[in-house]
């Protein structure tokens, strides 16, 4: 199962353009978190990310039988393609049940670990990729970053909320595992298109399970705002950018690609201050300052 990737893509800095679209995605996974909370009240959480998985399913395959993309080619990814799945629908059950005993900042910052396990697991399985000294300066200096955007993570005092941030360190590492087993696996032989098509089927009836046992019900018809939401992350986020982040992770250095994430809660803030009216403050742009730096000695080259 395991494929030996290019020197060439498995440490590839990212270049200019890379930069920017990694910038457009995190910005519009940051308005993701927007969508979400907008829609939450009429569709639960669990029950979306079934929809979206469905739906998106459907959209990337028309768009493959449109564009002659192959999906149904015997080419030694199933197991790979199964597992991803498998570690995506894990991912996204651990973050919404997290979610349920912890608060919104300490599941941010654990979820945003992912990074740091990322460059860990590199060191097994894509040795080539490891970061020197100065970039694991520079994924602190992003995560502090971090840090004094949301806060500093109080002690826990209750048994749940340690038992939601505990989920979400969970999540962190399945997300994580599944970056490193599409770049270090078969999977990074095929589409993009196709790796998002496993994850998509394989966690669309296991999520759909896990919000059944959930007790997750439409208490209503949704609105217009809760439908106008969901479709932003199904047919956007999902069905674009993430197979725009799968062919990302295919040609650049995975390492690089995670820091960058970093971005995406920051984008979130922001876009709560301007579609929910929530505060900024001046932590918040040192945040910022913060995160781009650490940026920048993450992808600056290797030698």
Not at 24 to 40: D, E, H, R, Y
Not at 92 to 109: C, D, E, N, S, W
Not at 172 to 186: E, N, Q, R, V
């Amino acid at each position: 199962m395991v494929s030996t990737p290019t020197s060439t893509n498995v440490n590839r800095p990212l270049d200019a353009a890379a930069a920017a679209v990694m910038v457009m995605l995190c910005l519009s996974w940051g308005f993701n978190q927007v969508a979400t909370k907008l829609a939450i009240h009429d569709i639960p959480p669990l029950t979306q990310a079934t929809i979206r998985s469905i739906v998106a399913a459907a959209l990337i395959a028309a768009w493959c039988k449109l564009r002659r993309i192959p999906i149904f080619t015997r080419d030694g990814t199933l197991l790979a393609g199964v597992m991803s799945g498998v570690l995506f629908s894990g991912e996204f059950i651990l973050i919404y049940q997290g979610l349920v005993y912890t608060t919104a900042t300490r599941g941010t910052l654990f979820l945003y670990l992912a990074p740091f396990f990322v460059v860990l697991g590199t060191r097994i399985v894509l040795p080539v990729d490891r970061f020197h000294p100065a970039q694991w300066l520079g994924l602190a200096l992003s995560f502090a970053g971090m840090v004094l955007a949301f806060g500093l993570p109080t002690p826990a005092v209750d048994p749940r909320q340690m038992l939601g941030d505990v989920m979400m360190v969970g999540a962190a590492i399945f997300w994580a595992a599944t970056t490193l087993l599409t770049k270090a696996s078969a999977l990074n032989r095929v589409s993009a298109e196709k790796m998002m098509l496993y994850q998509l089927v394989v966690s669309a009836p296991i999520i759909a399970a896990a919000a059944w046992l959930a007790g997750e019900r439409l208490p209503q018809a949704p609105s217009a705002l809760a439908l106008g939401a969901l479709a932003y992350q199904t047919i956007w986020v999902v069905s674009i950018t993430f197979v725009i982040w799968y062919a990302l992770v295919k040609r650049y250095s995975a390492n690089r690609l995670s820091a960058f994430t970093f971005l995406a809660p920051l984008f979130g803030v922001a876009a709560g201050h301007l579609v929910l009216g929530e505060p900024l403050t001046l932590a918040f742009v040192a945040a910022v300052a913060l995160v781009a730096g650490g940026l920048a000695l993450v992808n600056r080259a290797s030698r």
